[in-house]
T-cell receptor, first 110, second 113 residues
């Protein structure tokens, strides 16, 4: 089983739609979690950290489910500019490097 | 802060030539990472340093690849000799401690012909 698994997509959604991505991780001792966004031919950029209580940043909501070992990202009112690849990132432990998923591609259309 | 700075942005070289990629991490960050990204394999960690010391180089594909960090503000990734299969985007990233997210540089797009 991969350490971090994501559905590669693509998810094709119309502008204004709500879309959600899930990501599962294998190490139950994982400490911290992040969502990164990567635009075509650009570097990955930190979108948001994922906290145990869940957190929201504008149209974006991240959730963590430790029991089922998955994190999710919800995007409301999708914009064309949200089109990108979203990378799920997990820190397996306090002294460990981050593990990156392969990404989920989102395409928002008119 | 200028962020993580990589150079060159693009590099086209002939097979067999030596290639050197450069990275300046964010000042104060104590970890530096070198990644390679291709369509086929996604983002792969090659090597990372803590306080200028290499910690894990298990991702370095073979002896043709080497990395150094002579001081806290500079690192290089060298490929000698280069091969067409080394064509990829190479990212450098840095962070303070291992609990935080990483900041990536803009990458070097390497093409070996």
């Amino acid at each position: 089983r991969k350490e971090v698994e994501q559905d590669p997509g693509p998810f094709n959604v119309p502008e204004g739609a709500t879309v959600a991505f899930n990501c599962t991780y294998s190490n139950s001792a994982s400490q911290s979690f992040f969502w990164y966004r990567q635009d075509c031919r650009k570097e990955p950029k930190l979108l948001m950290s994922v906290y145990s209580s869940g957190n929201e940043d504008g149209r974006f909501t991240a959730q963590l489910n430790r029991a089922s070992q998955y994190i999710s990202l919800l995007i409301r009112d999708s914009k064309l500019s949200d089109s990108a690849t979203y990378l799920c990132v997990v820190n397996p432990g306090t002294a460990s490097k981050l593990t990156f998923g392969t990404g989920t591609r989102l395409q928002v259309t008119l | 802060d200028a962020g993580v700075i990589q150079s060159p942005r693009h590099e086209v070289t002939e097979m067999g030539q030596e290639v050197t990629l450069r990275c300046k991490p964010i000042s104060g960050h104590d970890y530096l990472f070198w990644y390679r990204q291709t369509m086929m394999r996604g983002l792969e960690l090659l090597i990372y340093f803590n306080n200028n010391v290499p910690i894990d180089d298990s991702g370095m594909p073979e002896d043709r690849f080497s990395a150094k960090m002579p001081n806290a503000s500079f690192s290089t990734l060298k490929i000698q000799p280069s091969e067409p299969r080394d064509s990829a985007v190479y990212f450098c990233a840095s962070t303070l401690g291992l609990r935080m997210g990483y900041t990536f540089g803009s990458g070097t797009r390497l093409t070996v012909v």
